[in-house]
């Protein structure tokens, strides 16, 4: 996940967003979370998924991770403080204004998430 990070983080940050302000940070976070989720949960025999990031007139940024599984994501219950697992949706509920999946037949599934700043 660091080069997924690292390429959103610079696209974003050439496109004016500032770390510490607007949506940046946050974006780059379930970017992180999302990406990871997809290698976890995604077709074992290819780890391949693909991101798009949309900064939008008002700031706001749209997030797209796609793969190939055909699982959708659940929200798990609420782990313990020290647990490593199941975060990713609660940050995304956390921290993105909406979110969702769109099925893309029997191409797996787009994650989609809006933060605004």
Do not use: Y
Not at 13 to 34: H, I, K, P, R, Y
Not at 61 to 79: H, K, L, M, T
Not at 90 to 117: H, Y
């Amino acid at each position: 996940m660091p080069l997924a990070r690292a390429r959103v983080r610079d696209h974003l940050s050439a496109w004016g967003q500032a770390s510490g302000q607007g949506a940046l940070d946050d974006t780059v976070l379930l970017v992180s979370e999302l990406a990871t989720n997809a290698i976890l949960h995604g077709p074992v025999t290819e780890r391949d998924f693909e991101v798009a990031v949309t900064v939008l007139a008002d700031g706001a940024c749209f997030i797209e991770v796609s793969d190939g599984g055909p699982s959708v994501p659940e929200p798990r219950g609420a782990g313990g403080l020290e647990d490593e697992n199941g975060r990713g949706l609660r940050l995304l509920d956390a921290l993105a204004e909406a979110w969702g999946v769109w099925r893309r037949g029997s191409e797996g599934k787009t994650v989609w998430a809006l933060v605004r700043g």
